[in-house]
């Protein structure tokens, strides 16, 4: 920890969750402040509050880590920094800037990459995870890119298995799945080149490894940029391809979908679920629906607002889906479905964050404190 800077972590916490994973409307990574500091701490909650400033200072903390993103698009939420009421958005990203604190948001790229979060809380609610939970993607989009690469036949393993620990060739429950097709590559250096075989201005061939792998769209800069760094050329051929089909619905893979679909390792009734649910998320209560199961075997989780997963999780068997919140007429639908919806309140189903952060920071050595403050009250 000793003299590491602001942008030293930061780098450590984008290799676990590249901020180009997050959705493209979404407003993540370090939004305000100088992250060439020497970082003295920090401290975590899901949205920026007064509480969570005060605590940055009280502690000498230079660094917040938030979930909920204060600034985004026009129409979305805050895009001015203006003086206002010491509790607006605004001012507290004003006042964090004054006082040399950086502030970082960590909101969809959290919930699609952070896979360690998911299988902590799964293991909590007694369930093992196997899947994860998506939308379908608008037409003319693609969940799923093909990279295809050629490699020297003596760097074959070494750039594929780079390729795969960045979560390359994810297929349902398979990982490092890719294929290799042996042939020769030809190329001649020009002026100003420092090949890595052959000389300037002579035709070279090569024994070379045409390898083809999947890549998570949104992953795609990951991959790409561990190619490079691990492949021995100084120019790095590679293609990029759409896939059509869809992902088979299998498998915790990193940076795609959200939350997880998991089985408990012991059935229960639904009772017996409900005290389980709210000791793990530390609520006194949430909002259900009608229909309840008599007996729960599989669940699902997502994060925050839940109602455009409720066809994904419907049609994995879920018994109980547990999320922020659906909304009334998708609850009602849901019970429909003969399907329970837990609705824990969007703040109270993003408690997993703040356990993950700090086991992180922990991991790092940086001086941590999270701030559990709960920003709706039942009354």
Request: charged content about 25%; hydrophobic content about 40%.
């Amino acid at each position: 920890m000793k003299n590491k800077k602001i942008r030293d972590l930061i780098s450590e916490i984008e290799t676990r969750i590249p901020t180009k994973a997050s959705e493209a409307w979404d407003q993540v990574g370090l939004i305000t402040g100088n992250s060439n500091q020497v970082l003295r701490g920090a401290v975590v909650g899901v949205d920026l509050t007064e509480a969570l400033l005060k605590e940055a200072e009280s502690t000498r903390s230079n660094l917040i880590v938030i979930h909920h993103p204060p600034l985004f698009p026009k129409g979305r939420g805050l895009n001015r920094l203006i003086l206002g009421a010491d509790s607006d958005l605004s001012t507290l990203l004003l006042k964090a800037f004054q006082k040399d604190i950086c502030i970082y948001v960590a909101h969809t790229n959290f919930d699609r990459c952070a896979l360690d979060g998911m299988a902590r809380l799964a293991r909590d609610l007694g369930a093992k995870p196997h899947a994860r939970v998506w939308e379908e993607p608008e037409e003319g989009q693609t969940m799923l890119k093909k990279l295809v690469t050629y490699i020297p036949v003596d760097h074959f393993e070494a750039v594929r298995d780079a390729l795969y620990m960045v979560g390359c060739g994810h297929i349902g429950n398979y990982d490092c799945c890719g294929f290799g097709i042996p042939g020769f590559g030809n190329f001649r250096p020009l002026s100003g080149a420092s090949p890595f075989l052959g000389k300037v201005g002579e035709l070279e061939e090569v024994e070379e490894v045409r390898l083809e792998t999947l890549v998570v769209s949104g992953m795609e800069e990951v991959a790409i940029r561990t190619l490079k760094s691990e492949h021995p050329y100084e120019e790095v051929a590679y293609d990029l391809y759409p896939v059509e089909q869809n992902p088979v619905m299998k498998g915790m893979v990193w940076g795609m979908g959200y939350g997880f679909v998991g089985d408990l390792e012991k059935p229960m009734s639904f009772d017996a679920f409900t005290k389980v649910v709210k000791k793990v998320f530390r609520i006194k209560n949430f909002l259900t629906n009608q229909f309840t199961p008599k007996l729960v075997k599989r669940i699902a989780f997502t994060p925050g607002k839940g109602a455009s997963f409720l066809s994904s999780v419907k049609s994995h068997g879920v018994d109980v889906f547990i999320t922020g919140e659906v909304g009334y007429h998708g609850s009602l639908d849901a019970a429909r479905k003969s399907l329970n919806v837990m609705e824990l309140g969007h703040r109270e189903s993003e408690h997993y964050f703040l356990k993950t952060f700090e086991s992180w920071l922990s991991e790092w050595n940086i001086p941590v404190r999270t701030l559990d403050e709960r920003t709706q009250r039942i009354l």
